[in-house]
T-cell receptor
């Protein structure tokens, strides 16, 4: 089945550690996104990428890093510089053209907790 | 920068009644997309309805319809014949080269 796969679903991080959240899509979508969701904050954009080897910062990029070496993959690293990383993280993707252009589809999300 | 505002943090509606969720946005662009997404307790984001800004006709999907007022930068969602399964968080979103979301409205359905 086509879709967006995020892993792991639950992740615990110790203070000072970097962790990487995986996001893979087999929808042949051009663009990929990472959002963070906190209670009462809605979804906030961390990073997005419209083509391979290129990405842009969103509204809350500090303390995060990404790479886009392959069209289907867009991993997010939460670095030790992110002071409050406990949140629900959503990966999404979209095509950029055609009747469904710009509609984004989401993975099931990953919960990150700092212990 | 573009912004999306949902002024109703929570709403309630009686089952089988109609409810309207409000959304306003700010942009200087003329060509863009608008969306409503539903997030049930499972946290899975589900697309409810999509509107292209260049189309004057309001989008509809079964019991869901929008009132798109481009000049007023308003994009409200109407849910007709509300059902218990409609209970969820609803997010309004704006998209051009990136997609940004409002803070959401939690909708309760009263049996």
């Amino acid at each position: 089945d086509g879709g967006i796969t995020q892993s792991p679903k639950y992740l615990f991080r110790k203070e000072g550690q970097n962790v990487t959240l995986s996001c893979e899509q087999n929808l042949n979508h051009d663009a990929m996104y990472w959002y963070r969701q906190d209670p009462g904050q809605g979804l906030r954009l961390i990073y997005y990428s419209q083509i391979v080897n290129d990405f842009q910062k969103g509204d809350i990029a500090e303390g995060y890093s990404v790479s886009r070496e392959k069209k289907e993959s867009f991993p997010l690293t939460v670095t030790s510089a992110q002071k409050n990383p406990t949140a629900f993280y959503l990966c999404a993707s979209s095509i950029m053209e055609g009747i469904s252009g710009n509609t984004i589809y989401f993975g099931e999300g990953s919960w990150l907790t700092v212990v | 920068a573009q912004t999306v505002t949902q002024s109703q943090p929570e709403m309630s509606v009686q089952e089988a009644e109609t409810v309207t969720l409000s959304c306003t946005y700010d942009t200087s662009e003329s060509d863009y997309y608008l969306f409503w997404y539903k997030q049930p307790p499972s946290r899975q984001m589900i697309l409810v309805i999509r509107q292209e800004a260049y189309k004057q006709q309001n989008a509809t999907e079964n019991r869901f319809s929008v009132n798109f007022q481009k000049a007023a930068k308003s994009f409200s969602l109407k849910i007709s014949d509300s059902q218990l399964g409609d209970a969820a968080m609803y997010f309004c979103a704006y998209g051009d080269d990136k997609i940004i979301f409002g803070k959401g409205t939690r909708l309760h359905i009263l049996p």
